[in-house]
């Protein structure tokens, strides 16, 4: 099967990419500038999702999309709604419109799945959130991958093609040389503090709040497996999460695995950040037989510590 990555230069692209390279997918990488080194055998294809000539391009001669490209940041998205809607939304959009062209030309129905987040689900009750709960849009990042996941639902009810939709909790670790680089999440932000290549991290609240970490490779198994499950017509919701974990259990977690500090301040706890958002996986596990390979959070402090020391930035 031929397979576009969009976003496939990104943290978790990058591990998709692997994954069905391993698996003995044709695989081509869709980047919007300049492309790092992708294995033997990536095709690359340069288009922006707002470029819809060059998406339609794109998705030509695929069998199937694994849709990551967009912008990524709730914090940053509050303040530019707009951008995150006219990225994310309309990139999607120009995207199905491709897939349902190509659709059309072959007579053979595509297989998207989709990278959504938990954010969707705001603040929810304090127990393990399943997929059939409300959403609870609380930032322009959240509405708008949303957006998508609907827009994504009506398009599969059309038969034009089938849909997975695949919910990332917080996703940690690396994997073929490469780990998350983006400061703005709690893993990568901790691990450079304690190298002295950040700033201190900065604790909103007490630091009890719990999040739910899953593996790269996880999600990328996940990518993997869900592509091959997709069925014309058929439009599918599913968690990702594997190591609930305190934010200060991450601390103390980066701070026995590498013996060094991690330099720290603490500021109020923020009003629309969850005390609580933590994946029920059981929907994927019955439906998929997916389950996570990694063993809990050091695993994924361990790898995100090995790699980044392995690039020379730990001093």
């Not at 058929?234 to 500090?261: K, S």
Request: proline share 5%; hydrophobic share 45%.
């Amino acid at each position: 099967m031929s397979v576009l990555v969009t976003g496939a230069a990104g943290y978790v692209g990058w591990a998709v990419v692997h994954e069905l390279l391993a698996r003995g997918e044709q695989v081509v990488a869709l980047v919007h500038d300049q492309a790092p080194v992708f294995p033997d055998g990536v095709e690359v294809r340069h288009a922006d999702l707002t470029d819809r000539a060059a998406v339609s391009e794109a998705v030509r001669g695929t069998d199937g999309v694994c849709h990551l490209a967009g912008l990524a940041r709730a914090r940053t998205g509050s303040g530019q709604p707009t951008r995150y809607y006219a990225v994310n939304v309309t990139g999607t959009v120009h995207l199905l419109d491709a897939m349902a062209a190509e659709t059309d030309r072959t007579g053979r129905p595509g297989r998207l799945v989709f990278a959504s987040t938990s954010t969707v689900y705001g603040r929810p009750d304090g127990a393990p959130v399943p997929e059939t709960a409300p959403r609870d849009l609380i930032h322009a990042y959240a509405a708008s991958k949303a957006a998508c996941e609907d827009l994504i639902g009506w398009q599969a009810a059309t038969g034009l093609l089938g849909a997975t939709i695949l919910r990332i909790f917080n996703a940690a670790g690396g994997t073929a040389g490469r780990a998350d680089r983006d400061p703005t999440r709690i893993v990568p932000h901790t691990v450079a503090a304690a190298a002295g290549d950040a700033a201190p991290l900065r604790i909103n609240g007490d630091g009890t709040a719990v999040r739910d970490f899953v593996h790269v490779k996880d999600v990328a198994t996940a990518f993997a497996l869900a592509l091959g499950a997709t069925s014309p017509g058929a439009h599918a919701v599913y968690n990702l999460g594997a190591h609930p974990a305190a934010v200060r259990d991450v601390v103390e977690a980066v701070e026995r695995l590498t013996g060094r500090p991690v330099p720290r301040s603490h500021g109020p706890a923020v009003a629309d950040e969850a005390r609580f958002l933590v994946a029920d996986t059981s929907a994927i596990t019955a439906e998929l037989g997916w389950a996570p390979a990694s063993t809990g959070l050091d695993e994924l402090v361990a790898d995100q510590w090995r790699i980044a020391h392995r690039a020379g930035s730990v001093r």
